[in-house]
């Protein structure tokens, strides 16, 4: 069982940042896929970026835009979420997950609320 705890969410104005923190724990991680998604009010949970453990492999949703950098530091076992030129509506509670090989995102953290004021 893997256990996943986000923390670094805020409040912070529009073009403002903020770095997303995830930390893992409960197995080794060796060929997981760590991702972040994102739940705004009245809306689905939709992907924000994913990236592979062993390689460090990036992906992201096209809204990024450039504007996120999904990292990890395996070591430490943490995943982050570096969000730059937020806008308002990346306003959302946003979760870590994890994906073994061959299965879908099944691990989920509480979530931890970004928001951004215009």
């Known amino acids: 069982q893997v256990q996943l705890e986000e923390s670094g969410g805020g409040l912070v104005q529009a073009g403002g940042s903020l770095r997303l923190s995830c930390a893992a724990s409960g197995r080794t991680f060796n060929s997981y896929t760590m991702g972040w998604f994102r739940q705004a009010p009245g809306k689905q949970r939709e992907f924000v970026a994913f990236i592979t453990w062993n390689f460090g492999i990036p992906r992201y949703a096209d809204f990024v835009k450039g504007r996120f950098t999904i990292s990890r530091d395996s070591a430490k076992k943490l995943v982050f979420l570096q969000m730059n030129s937020l806008e308002p509506e990346d306003t959302a509670v946003y979760y870590c997950?994890?994906?073994?090989?061959?299965?879908?995102?099944?691990?989920w953290g509480q979530g931890t609320q970004v928001t951004v004021s215009s």
């Open positions: 997950t994890a994906r073994a090989p061959g299965e879908e995102f099944g691990s």
